[in-house]
């Protein structure tokens, strides 16, 4: 069993990486090994690895520098998809394709369903949802949309408050911005699970949109309030405490790309059909700040 896997050095392909060993070759690239920025360089990759399914959650996610680098963001985010569903189409193998609550506006009171309309704001959103549209073309395909992506490896926000609070002895964080943290090791073994069930059987019919995100709901600033806390509890020497952590709204930080008020996903239908049990968001963040401070 071939499994081919972009973006091994992201925070959910690093994940990945090491959760589909179980299940057959994973062949993980980088963008030294598969330059997604070349077309020709994705065709001729896959045409000679012949892999059994694809699997893609690297993308472009500068969201403000997509603003400026729209061209990168769409031949990464959008063709790169393309050429991904079109050769799995070829060779009549299923992909799983990562996307974002930035197709979104953010504008609904609810929580996200996966039959609701798309509004992307931003550069980055609308890349990501032109890399669905082209996926959804092909029929054997599962699009995981997910929000607020952390873990041990990269680049997120929960690290960079656990930097800034040794740093600084004040911060500010805007409170207007409603959404769900999600591991990279959730998200993994979301797609562990899913991957073993497709590749099981042959009979497969539930291909789609499917959000995924982890239970509860927050917003950033009380996100980083908890981070702060938990962090100090488990022993970590910081500069500050949450109570120094000041709450704005969005207005009063100005980014150049306009993210969701409300990235909550509703996450029923993928619970349901793959009958998944997901954690609490604040117990998974507990989890990656006692693998640090414990």
């Keep these: 069993m071939k499994i ?13 990486h090491k959760k589909l060993a179980s299940l057959g070759n994973v062949i993980a690239t980088d963008r030294h090994k598969l330059n997604l920025e070349n077309s020709d360089a994705i065709r001729d990759f896959i045409d000679e690895i012949k892999p059994d399914i694809i699997i893609n959650p690297a993308a472009y996610t500068k969201v403000d520098q997509a603003e400026t680098e729209s061209q990168l963001a769409h031949q990464i985010n ?19 394709h990562f ?18 309309k798309v ?14 549209k082209a996926v959804r073309q092909y029929k054997k395909h599962i699009i995981l949309r997910t929000s607020w992506v952390f873990g041990t490896h990269g680049q997120n926000f929960l690290k960079t408050i656990l930097k800034l609070i040794q740093e600084k002895s004040s911060l500010s964080i805007v409170s ?27 009979s497969f019919e539930d291909f789609g949109t499917y959000h995924v995100a982890l239970e509860g709901e927050t917003n950033w600033h009380q996100y980083a309030c908890f981070v702060t806390d938990e ?7 910081t500069r500050m405490s949450s109570k120094d952590i000041k709450s704005i709204s969005s207005q009063a930080f100005p980014t150049l790309a306009k993210r969701p008020m409300n990235a909550r996903l509703n996450t029923t239908k993928i619970k349901k059909t793959f009958m998944l049990e997901l954690p609490d968001w604040k117990s998974e963040v507990l989890s990656l700040l006692k693998h640090y401070y414990d």
């Design 99 to 116: 996307s974002t609550d930035y197709v979104f506006d953010g504008l609904k009171n609810e929580s996200y369903l996966e039959t609701d």
């Design 231 to 237: 962090a100090i509890r488990l022993g970590l020497k």
């Design 176 to 202: 207007d911005q409603q959404g769900t943290p999600t591991s990279s090791d959730v998200l993994a073994e979301v797609t562990y699970k899913i991957v073993k069930i497709i590749l099981n059987k042959p």
């Design 119 to 132: 509004n992307p704001r931003s550069v980055y959103g609308q890349t990501k949802w032109e890399g669905e």
């Design 78 to 96: 959008a063709i790169a998809p393309q050429l991904l569903a079109e050769k799995a189409s070829q060779l009549n193998i299923p992909i799983i």
């Design 4 to 16: 081919l896997l972009t973006g091994k050095d992201g925070q959910v392909g690093f994940e990945l």
